[in-house]
């Protein structure tokens, strides 16, 4: 996982943006009106009062909200705006393997909190851009396979108290339990290790750091089998590079040798974010760390990559 400035992406949204959104609250509101009235007249046809009719009535506009807003869904039409963020790398799990025609997370559900019965979702952030992340259909969507499961999907476990926000006016300080790349503190939160897998940085298993970490790798599916192999490999390779390298810096080859060139250009576009063919830059990076402290040319790779 790496971090995601959202300075960054703001200056870069349309500019039209606010005006848009706008337009499309007009919409969704105009269609929850619509709804109530309706529901509003179908419980003066069938006698409901008192709790059963605010009941009758509350799901209507819950019904009409969430269609509307899934027929606007705005956040499509940044999907290639927040994908240049990452190189088209998902902010999650730093695949570019992105396998979805509509690849954005609301960070905070829009439909519903898995978590918190009866919680309608955080729908008034539905079209807030800061509540946007790119990921790809396995960190994104529930699933399973024969050793994982995960997708985020409706959840967003918090630690309480204080408790979830349920609507627009309420202030809770949430503490969510979900690792954020938007929250470069975070980030720094999830290792990796040698057999590919994610994991906890901090140990005490009992802190914020380790429990976050540890529901994020559940619920983001970052050790979705081929996936963590493919860390693996890449942990490998690093590996290789490294002892290539100094296999023939020990050999007295010339450092503008293009053997040495090259060990040095492939290890640097495996640690880079920008660089657009490679992915789990982060797991690259954490690897080749392994080897700084008694490789001056490692140091010098991870200050200047």
């Given at each position: ?191 990796f290790n040698e057999n590919g897998e ?59 040798s293009e053997a040495l060139k090259s ?43």
């Open positions: 996982m790496r971090f995601i400035d959202q300075d960054e992406l703001e200056a870069d949204l349309p500019p039209d943006w606010e005006d848009t959104v706008k337009a499309a609250w007009e919409y969704v509101n105009g269609k929850v009106a619509e709804a109530e009235q309706a529901a509003e007249a179908k419980a003066d046809e069938g006698g409901l009062e008192g709790a059963a009719r605010q009941q009758f009535v509350d799901e209507a506009i819950t019904k009409a909200r969430k269609k509307a807003i899934a027929y606007k869904s705005l956040w499509s039409d940044l999907a290639e705006l927040l994908a240049e963020q990452s190189k088209r790398k998902c902010w999650y799990c730093e695949t570019n393997e992105i396998r979805s025609d509509n690849p954005i997370d609301h960070f905070r559900p829009k439909g519903k909190v898995a978590e918190c019965d009866g919680h309608a979702g955080y729908w008034w952030l539905a079209f807030d851009w800061q509540n946007f992340r790119y990921a790809c259909t396995y960190c994104n969507s529930r699933r399973v396979d024969e050793e994982t499961a995960g997708g985020k999907q409706d959840h967003f476990p918090l630690f309480v108290p204080p408790d979830w926000n349920t609507c627009e006016a309420d202030d809770n300080v949430e503490r969510p339990m979900l690792l954020d790349p938007v929250e470069e503190g975070d980030c720094r939160l999830l290792g994610a994991c906890p940085v901090e140990t005490d298993k009992e802190s914020e750091g380790f429990k976050k970490a540890k529901k994020s790798i559940e619920l983001y599916h970052l050790n979705h089998k081929p996936t963590a192999r493919a860390r693996k490999t890449l942990y490998q390779r690093i590996r290789t590079l490294v002892s290539s390298t100094n296999e023939l810096i020990a050999q007295g080859i010339d450092e503008n060990n040095r250009k492939e290890l640097i576009r495996l640690i880079r974010h920008e660089t657009k063919s490679t992915k789990f830059n982060t797991a690259a990076r954490i690897y080749l760390m392994q080897f700084k402290d008694e490789n001056a040319w490692v140091r010098d790779i991870l200050g200047r990559a």
